[in-house]
């Protein structure tokens, strides 16, 4: 039966009205990002926060008869004060180095020892350090100038590191304070996130999603910090062993660093040429130096062996996500990655394994 021209105008005008409520929700949606976008980091920053401090609150309940606010309040003051300590004496630390170094150099007593004979004797490049480092030993002030724009280049690179990394611990601390007000919330919050996560997948899926996003984010997150732990023990004791001044605040710089998804040679490079300048070439000072190296890139062995754990993915899934995460959206992206990743994987293996029964007859 074919519709007649009043069904048609009818279904015209139907299809004509979703597509303007259509068009006036993709509005809405694009404005709303668009006022959103400016905080977008601060809140996935907070709610990965809140995520991983949460377990504390509800360690402390006992203790503080479950008041949510107050204890909220005791855990971002102590995480700030565990942060801000040792961020401030690093700062006083190296800029007192500054100031020193600065005195150094222009009182002209800094000298570069000269090299020994046996480092011509290097293979391929043995002759090329060798007389960059006797012009250094010699001629400080013109191999310097020599290189000006080079040295400009690296300082400029080095200050806008220092800024980025000053922004990213301004950003870091407004997301702790935003982190706490969430924690306070936190029963509400698991149960907006499920009631979130059912509308999408399903009230059959909606609290396992949840509870896999949730577990992700821990692992990933304790992975971070466990791993950014190890390397500051493995470097810390190397800097002690060989007397580096400053030992234990460079050792809480590399555990910042690893926190924050910096390399930790930023830190172990420096204090090797540092080494190396002043105590000259020798078996101790080679084997400090392959030692603190290595350990400063130990981070790419611990990810693939800690990364995961405890989350009801296979680990290869959760590994993959971090590291592409981190490749294309940086260090929120390491976080982002793996709970992407792995609700893709439990949704399909679900779709894989959901099988229609098949009905059973009902004849006697």
């Known amino acids: 039966m074919l519709p007649t021209p009043i069904t048609q105008r009818v279904l015209s005008r139907e299809l004509l009205d979703v597509l303007i409520r259509a068009g006036l929700v993709a509005v809405l949606a694009i404005f709303c990002f668009r006022i959103f976008v400016p905080f977008l980091n601060l809140m996935v920053w907070a709610l990965i926060l809140a995520i991983t401090l949460y ?35 690093l700062g006083v630390a190296v800029a007192g180095s500054v100031d020193h170094a600065m ?13 020994a004979d046996s480092v011509a004797s290097w293979p391929i490049v043995g002759q090329r350090v060798y007389d960059f480092w006797q012009q250094a030993s010699t001629d400080l002030t013109g191999l310097a100038q020599k290189f000006a724009p080079q040295l400009k280049d690296a300082g400029l690179a080095l200050l806008g590191t220092v800024t980025g990394l000053g922004a990213g611990l301004l950003l870091f601390f407004a997301a702790l304070i935003v982190a706490g007000i969430l924690m306070a919330h936190g029963e509400k919050g698991h149960d907006s996130a499920v009631e ?15 509870d896999l996003c949730t577990a992700t984010i821990r ?62 070439v020798s078996t101790m000072t080679i084997i400090f130096s392959v030692y603190v190296f290595v350990a400063g890139l130990a981070d ?43 609700v893709g994987y439990e949704l399909f293996w679900r779709w894989v394994k959901a099988q229609a029964k098949p009905e059973r007859s009902t004849e006697e």
Request: glycine residues 14%; proline residues 8%; aromatic residues 4%.
């Open 300 to 342: 790419n062995v611990l990810k693939p062996l800690l990364l995961g754990r405890g989350v009801a993915v296979p680990m290869p899934v959760v590994l993959i996500g971090a590291l592409g995460g981190m490749v294309t959206g940086g260090v929120i992206g390491l976080f982002i990655g793996p709970v992407m990743l792995a």
């Open 103 to 115: 005195d150094i150099f222009k009182s002209g007593s800094f000298r570069v020892p000269p090299p």
């Open 219 to 280: 692992a990933v997150a304790q992975g971070v910090v466990g791993i950014a732990f190890i390397q500051m023990l493995l470097i810390g004791i190397g800097f002690v062993v060989m007397g580096i001044p400053g030992a234990g605040l460079l050792a809480l710089a590399v555990l910042l660093l690893g926190i924050m998804q910096l390399p930790a040679t930023l830190i172990t490079i420096p204090v090797i040429i540092f080494v190396i300048a002043t105590d000259g």
């Open 55 to 89: 377990p504390l609150q509800v360690g402390l309940r006992r203790m503080l008869a479950n008041k949510d606010g107050l204890i909220a309040t005791l855990i971002v003051l102590v995480a700030l004060g565990v942060i801000l300590v040792p961020t401030y004496l």
């Open 196 to 210: 979130i996560a059912s509308r999408i997948s399903g009230p059959e899926n909606g609290p396992q999603i949840a």
